[in-house]
């Protein structure tokens, strides 16, 4: 098993940058691989960014591609979501999630394993 848990976000202006973190419990950490989702309110669960187990393959929904850069530090255990040039419609709360079957590039959350609780990040115009 895997305990997750997001920090990071908060209230920036558009154009601005945030980065979130999503540390992980266990000694496991590597073998998963892991992703960024995101929520806004009357709005299904959304993919933002996957990466693999080695972190060399990272994977980006359109929206966020060449703003977003997902990374991992299997060192320590954690997880992060650089967000430049945020939007407006960025604003939402975002999930941290892993999986462990060891495929990369997850796109569903519903084949996502572990989550944690989320971080409300606001984005104003």
């Known amino acids: 098993q895997v305990q997750l848990v997001e920090s990071g976000g908060g209230l920036v202006q558009a154009g601005g940058s945030l980065r979130l973190s999503c540390a992980a419990s266990?000694?496991?950490?590597?073998?998963?691989?892991l992703g960024w989702f995101r929520q806004a309110p009357g709005k299904e669960r959304e993919f933002v960014a996957a990466?693999?187990?080695?972190?060399?393959?990272?994977f980006y929904a359109d929206s966020v591609k060449g703003r977003f850069t997902i990374s991992r530090d299997n060192a320590k255990n954690t997880m992060y979501l650089q967000m430049n040039s945020l939007k407006p419609e960025d604003t939402a709360v975002y999930y941290c999630?892993?999986?462990?079957?060891?495929?990369?590039?997850?796109?569903?959350?519903?084949?996502?394993?572990?989550w944690g609780q989320g971080t409300q990040v606001t984005v104003s115009s």
């Open positions: 990466i693999s187990l080695s972190g060399r393959s990272t």
């Open positions: 999630a892993a999986d462990g079957t060891g495929y990369s590039g997850i796109r569903r959350p519903d084949e996502y394993d572990y």
């Open positions: 266990g000694r496991t950490f590597s073998r998963y691989s």
